[in-house]
């Protein structure tokens, strides 16, 4: 099992936990190995290796979109309202769809959906308004969705893998990344980046992704374990990230990272201007959906 966070981060200990559980739950009859620090690779790595069963289970979130199109409309920032409303897209049958579209195109089975907090905005310059990220560098990973919102928001945005992210930032090869709490707390990028924008633009998640060459080699009752341990592991990681997130925002304040407020509604705005022609691109009826729980 691969991720492409470092050991000392939530991902870690929710792959530990379902390391755990697997082999707790068959007996010792499977045993999952876990690689942190995109040791197997980075996302799209890792979902290559998912499909031709070279990794057994990753990780993953938005890059699950350059193998089933229909997951780009979850990292458009600023397409949900709440947490709530994402929660009910990703856990009901909008989250089940993709699932199962996920596994008929590309033989990637997702086992569960993991709650991640809501992005921010770190950067090198304090970010009050719509006006402060007009050019700005920013790092995305390598996801469509994101850089055309992002360039809707006005700003510059530069696709790279999270493994080059904190080099970037100490290099001024980029100027500012957007990511979770827990995410910007466990990759350091406080010791690179000063000023924190609470943007609250997209509310993450991230899946337990597993190669369906590898669920089809297992008993029933090994999927069946699977299955199980996989439920336990998001339950452990979705109250791990609620009780984490405030107290590294605070930790990281104490490190001397200055928090700003914007005015999130102009983001929005400039945001949802990209949003329906994005969505006609890949998943009308999937974004059609998601306005209708809203």
């Known amino acids: 099992m691969g991720h492409i966070q470092s050991e000392n981060d939530l991902w870690q200990q929710g792959a530990l936990k379902f390391a755990e559980e697997v082999e707790k739950k ?9 690689y942190p620090n995109s040791t197997l690779g980075g996302d799209r790595d890792m979902a290559e290796g998912l499909q031709v069963g070279a990794v057994d289970f990753a990780l993953i979130a938005g890059v699950l979109g350059n193998f089933e199109p229909s997951f780009q409309i979850l990292e458009l920032p600023y397409l949900f309202d709440n947490e709530e409303q994402f929660r009910k897209a990703i856990y009901g049958p909008i989250g089940q769809e993709l699932t199962d579209r996920l596994l008929k195109r590309a033989n990637i089975r997702v086992l569960a959906y993991w709650d991640r907090g809501p992005r921010q905005l770190t950067s090198n310059k304090p970010i009050n308004s719509l006006n402060d990220i007009k050019g700005l560098k920013l790092r995305v990973p390598e996801i469509p969705a994101m850089v055309e919102t992002w360039k809707a928001m ?3 945005p530069t ?4 493994g080059e992210v904190y080099t970037g930032l100490q290099q001024n ?3 500012a990344q957007e990511n979770p709490i827990p995410f910007i707390y466990g990759g350091r990028i406080y010791e690179v980046q000063k000023y924190l924008a ?15 060459k590898t669920w089809e080699k297992l008993t029933p009752e ?40 914007p005015n999130i509604e102009e983001f ?12 006609d691109k890949v998943a009308p009826d999937i974004y059609q959906k998601i306005l209708e729980i809203k």
């Open 26 to 34: 068959t007996n010792g009859q499977v045993k999952v190995q876990v």
């Open 154 to 156: 006005g700003a510059n």
């Open 159 to 162: 696709p790279m893998a999270w």
């Open 173 to 175: 090869v980029i100027e």
């Open 198 to 212: 609470i943007t609250n633009h997209k509310y993450e998640y991230v899946t337990i992704a597993m190669s369906n």
């Open 222 to 261: 090994q999927q069946k374990a699977i299955q199980e341990a996989a439920k336990v592991a998001t339950d452990y990681e979705n109250q791990l990230v609620k009780e984490q997130t405030d107290k590294q925002l605070k930790e990281m304040e104490a490190k001397g990272m200055k928090v700003t407020h």
């Open 268 to 279: 929005a705005r400039a945001a949802r201007t990209v949003h329906k022609q994005f969505a």
